[in-house]
């Protein structure tokens, strides 16, 4: 059997290999991954170990050859110019451009191109350039043959992380097939109005639409993923530490935490640092979910875990092991030093996002269109929008 009837899959930008765990947990297998960042491929390497698949290069200078033939080829490309925390440059700027590098390595593949692609990014994708960006990227797999489907999932449906991401799927697809612009068939839990808004003013993208099952409720809490670390741990922050954090918050965030400092039991709440006219400000949530976890560019992005109850409280920085679970990643071997732990954890992909999408769409797909004619199964809605849709 070949390697492309077997899902292997080519997973590039691919950091510390969570794309990875969450699509052999739905059944693919690697083929090959593409980093240029060393610490993660560090990380990469003390779980997975050095079994040759990784190639540590800038995805500009990756040659088609080296690349094998592939069911499934992901890109979780750089956000750092399509984020709002970011300088918004775009697809232009210098980290996010590396997207046409990987356009490059596709179209360089010619016959080779993998039926499948699968990208992610931040939701600021979608309105990066007043929408610009996120047009060219999918008018760029357009002209490569891939019909596209967009749609935006938080990973806090899966785990106790506040954390958007939109994901573009790209499929080779047989014929053209019935126009459907109701924007009802489009707008779920995982495609928000905004979403379906973009689709329908861009007739011109060569759009597959596919229907997705709503997504899980969430079952697990701050408090379920917190490490019982010793109260002698270094982790913990000092108390003039901590007294200097309650005083750069906010009247009201003030409040919430000393409401939890007076409570009876005790209680985990996540703050970060932004700043605020000017000043630093401790920002504190308490709903039982963490922030958005983040790469520890200075201090800012490094999230603080705040602990309080019966009159005390403490606080120190999320353990990597935390952040590990945080990502659905609850086993994943850590060797790496803290802030590269942190780094690692906060540019990947969660987990079980990846497997939910895996299971629920990249299999269907697989099955109805590339699987062996004798293993297919019956198609599942969907709904072609705007050009006429070609393999």
């Known amino acids: 059997m070949s390697d492309l009837l077997q899902q292997s899959f080519a997973e590039f930008f691919a950091g510390i290999g969570l794309m ?3 699509l052999e947990r739905a059944g693919w297998r690697i083929a090959f991954a593409n980093d240029i960042d060393e610490d993660k ?3 990469y390497r003390d779980h997975f170990g050095n079994s040759g698949e990784f190639v540590l290069k800038d995805v500009h200078d990756l040659g088609s050859a080296a690349i094998p033939t592939v069911a499934l080829a992901t890109a979780s490309f750089p956000c750092n110019d399509l984020s709002l925390a970011g300088a918004r440059q775009g697809l232009e700027g210098a980290q996010s451009s590396a997207f046409w590098g990987f356009i490059e390595v596709l179209t360089k593949m010619g016959r080779r191109r993998p039926p499948i692609i699968l990208l992610e990014n931040v939701t600021g994708f979608l309105s990066s350039n007043d929408g610009n960006d996120f047009r060219d990227a999918l008018l760029a797999l357009n002209r490569l043959g891939y019909a596209v489907d967009a749609f935006i999932i938080d990973a806090v449906r899966f785990v106790p992380q506040s954390r958007q991401r939109l994901f573009v799927v790209g499929a080779k697809i047989h014929d053209a097939l019935v126009c459907n612009e109701s924007p009802k068939f489009f707008e779920s839990d995982s495609r928000p109005g905004s979403l379906v808004d973009f689709i329908l003013w861009h007739p011109e993208i060569n759009w597959r639409i596919r229907s997705l099952p709503s997504l899980p409720s969430r079952q697990a809490h701050l408090e379920d993923i917190i490490e019982n670390l010793s109260p002698n741990s270094q982790m913990w922050w000092s108390r003039d530490r901590c007294e200097y954090l309650l005083n750069q918050m906010s009247p009201k965030h003030r409040a919430q935490a000393e409401a939890m400092i007076r409570g009876t039991l005790t209680c985990y709440g996540t703050v970060f640092r932004r700043v605020r006219n000017g000043r630093s400000m401790a920002e504190l949530r308490t709903d039982g979910i963490a922030g958005c976890l983040r790469t520890p560019r200075g201090g800012s992005g490094r ?5 309080a109850g019966k009159g005390r409280f403490n606080v ?3 353990t990597p092991r935390e952040c590990a679970r945080l990502m659905g990643a609850d086993d994943f071997v850590i060797r790496a030093p ?6 690692g954890f906060g540019d990947a992909v969660c987990v079980p996002v990846i497997e939910w999408i895996a299971q629920n769409y990249l299999n269907c797909l697989w099955q109805e269109d590339y699987a062996p004619e004798k293993t297919r199964k019956v198609p599942k809605a969907v709904t072609s929008y705007g050009k006429t849709s070609r393999r």
Do not use: H, K, S, T
């Open 303 to 307: 999230q603080i875990l705040f602990v």
């Open 20 to 22: 990875r765990i969450g």
């Open 338 to 343: 803290l802030n590269q732990a942190l780094f």
């Open 41 to 43: 491929w560090e990380m």
């Open 316 to 318: 120190r920085l999320l």
